[in-house]
């Protein structure tokens, strides 16, 4: 069965920057991309960019232009999101989701990223 | 691109019908039959209930059922069920490559 199984929880300081894992498993990696998604405290889902695993091909969110990388590793079905300068308003849940043509489908668990001075 | 709108919340009795929209523009719902929806219970993922406008995945009841027309997508959940109760986004593709998700709704079985 598809898994995408996140990295733990981190606790990071304004300014800093921090890296989250995905490792896909139960699918062959490069068919699919992968999407990032985060949810504030109480607040809704907004979608952050999608890496293609096969070609590495990377879209952001304008509104996370130019302080948001998306990577993959396709040798260890993992994908990764850097998300730097970080703000207290970057505190959030941080999800990876498998993409296709169509749509989104299997969510990771989720990893919590609080930014706390 | 602007978030898609949704009523904030939604409620129904047991076993009645619900129906949640979300409207969006002719850039992302109205454009693509690629609209999905989620439902999402506290401290959860989100699961993902119908893709591509009107299709079930596997496993998901047939008590959940799918629209659109023009720049509106509507969710209806029928038969309604205390573990019904939950958030439930849309979401979309949009214009170059983007994808975009509703505020969310929701649903309280009363």
């Known amino acids: 069965q598809v898994q995408l199984v996140q990295s733990g929880a981190e606790v990071k300081k304004p300014g800093a920057s921090v890296k989250v894992s995905c490792k896909a498993s139960?699918?062959?990696?490069?068919?699919?991309?992968i999407h990032w998604v985060r949810q504030a405290p109480g607040q809704g889902l907004e979608w952050i960019g999608r890496?293609?695993?096969?070609?590495?091909?990377?879209k952001y969110s304008q509104t996370f232009q130019g302080r948001v990388t998306i990577s993959r590793d396709t040798s260890a079905s993992t994908a990764y999101m850097d998300l730097y300068r970080l703000r207290s308003d970057d505190t959030s849940v941080y999800f990876c989701?498998?993409?296709?043509?169509?749509?989104?489908?299997?969510w990771g668990q989720g990893s919590l990223v609080t930014v706390s001075s | 691109q602007s978030a898609l709108t949704q009523p904030p919340s939604a409620s129904g009795s047991l076993g009645q019908s619900v129906t949640i929209s979300c409207t969006g523009t002719s850039s992302d719902v109205g454009g693509y039959n690629y609209v999905s929806w989620y439902q999402q219970h506290p401290g959860r993922a989100p699961k993902l209930m119908i893709f591509e406008v009107t299709k079930r995945p596997s496993g998901v009841p047939d008590r959940f059922s799918a629209s659109k027309s023009g720049n509106k997508a509507s969710l209806t959940v029928s038969g309604l069920q205390a573990d019904d109760e939950g958030d439930y986004y849309c979401s979309s593709y949009a214009d170059n490559s983007n994808w975009v998700f509703g505020g969310g709704t929701k649903l309280t079985v009363v």
């Open positions: 890496i293609i695993a096969g070609n590495g091909n990377t």
């Open positions: 989701a498998r993409g296709y043509v169509g749509g989104i489908d299997h």
């Open positions: 139960g699918y062959t990696f490069s068919n699919y991309a």
